[in-house]
């Protein structure tokens, strides 16, 4: 029987002459690849020292919670409840102990209504994250109670201004005796009306002497008893341990309802309007749709904020027809197109002003606007 064909075995030269299933054309495309691959994780992975603003969430103040409590709620005048609007607005930022890639930072910088700022601009290098939380909440607590004092004023109720203790220091021996806040009234029996009055009567005494320091708080007057210490300065000088800056009583009591993770001293030109919308003796606002930001004083003047451009967008967003301008911030809005009437604003009175005059009717050109 004849043998079955067969193919008889490649030499050496044919195995060696015979084409690679992976060329060196491969292998390149196969290495750019991965490299471009390493770049792309760099670009998401390897943080920048940058963070991005957007467009944050805007709170109606004239509104409720989903409780159905007043976002913010006047006792102890005569207030009413608005048809209208009143937004603050916020910016979304990232957080402290977030980080940024670069990828994320570009695309910020370059999409309208995002920015990407560094990271020292915004937070303070070497402060964590409950250290800048603290802050941004001091600071939120000091817009609240001065939007308070300047709504107070314009609506033409009483206000008195006392020193209050600012700051208690935690090895001195007012420490948990007086409370940051508290109003000081009076130093041994005898009214006082500055810190330089306060200092006077604590100056009579001598080192190691009680000292009856009468305070205001929360609505209450309490009488407290403080044993001086010896100065840091000079161990004659008798001290208490508090620094004094200026306080307000005033009788209604006002309680806010913001969600508590909104922090910082921007929302205060918003509150202020609020509060005096719900306590004025003429409606404010009506069926007006009103957002805006800036600083408070307890004057009413009101400062620059940062990220206008993402609360104009952000306002905008929900529907509002005007915004409220800190007006040292219309310079940062130069080529922001907006549907929104960007009213310029120096101070609360000026907003005010600003709202009667587009409630009655002017044309919005005769409105200061940026």
């Excluded at 290495?31 to 471009?36: I, M, P, R, T």
């Excluded at 695309?107 to 209504?113: F, G, K, M, N, Y």
């Excluded at 202020?272 to 009506?286: F, T, W």
């Excluded at 000026?350 to 002017?362: C, D, F, L, N, P």
């Amino acid at each position: 029987m004849p043998a079955a064909a067969t193919s008889p075995d490649p030499s050496p030269a044919d195995r060696i002459d015979r084409p690679s299933t992976v060329g060196p054309h491969r292998w390149t495309a196969v290495a750019a690849a991965s490299v471009l691959v390493v770049i792309i994780v760099a670009l998401v992975v390897i943080p920048v020292p940058f963070v991005t603003w957007a467009p944050g969430r805007t709170v109606n103040l004239a509104g409720t919670t989903a409780q159905n409590r007043p976002i913010i709620q006047v006792q102890g005048l005569t207030s009413r409840r608005s048809k209208g609007e009143i937004r603050m607005t916020t910016v979304s930022v990232t957080k402290v102990d977030s980080h940024v890639g670069l990828a994320e930072a570009l695309v910020a910088a370059w999409l309208p209504h995002r920015d990407a700022l560094p990271r020292e601009a915004v937070y303070q290098p070497g402060r964590s994250s409950d250290q800048v939380k603290a802050d941004e909440v001091q600071m939120m607590d000091t817009s609240q109670r001065d939007a308070v004092v300047a709504a107070l004023r314009a609506a033409g109720q009483p206000v008195t201004e006392l020193p209050m203790a600012a700051a208690v220091s935690t090895s001195g021996p007012s420490y948990n005796v007086i409370q940051p806040g508290d109003l000081i009234t009076k130093v041994d029996g005898t009214a006082v009306q500055s810190a330089a009055d306060i200092q006077r009567a604590i100056r009579k005494h001598t080192v190691g002497d009680s000292v009856a320091i009468t305070v205001l708080r929360n609505g209450t007057t309490r009488n407290l008893y403080v044993m001086t210490a010896s100065s840091s300065k000079d161990p004659k000088i008798p001290v208490i341990g508090i620094s004094v800056g200026t306080g307000y009583r005033y009788t209604p009591t006002v309680t806010y309802n913001i969600p508590s993770d909104i922090v910082g001293p921007s929302a205060g030109l918003m509150m202020s309007l609020a509060i005096y919308q719900a306590i004025a003796p003429a409606d404010l606002i009506g069926s007006l749709h009103v957002a805006g930001t800036g600083e408070i004083a307890p004057d009413g003047t009101v400062g620059a904020i940062g990220g206008i451009r993402e609360k104009v967008a952000g306002a905008q967003r929900d529907g509002s027809r005007i915004f409220l301008v800190p007006a040292s911030n219309c310079r940062d809005l130069a080529g922001t197109s907006s549907t929104m009437t960007l009213v310029k604003v120096a101070s609360l009175k000026e907003a005010i002003s600003a709202i009667q005059k587009i409630r009655s009717g002017v044309d919005v050109k005769e409105v200061p606007h940026c």
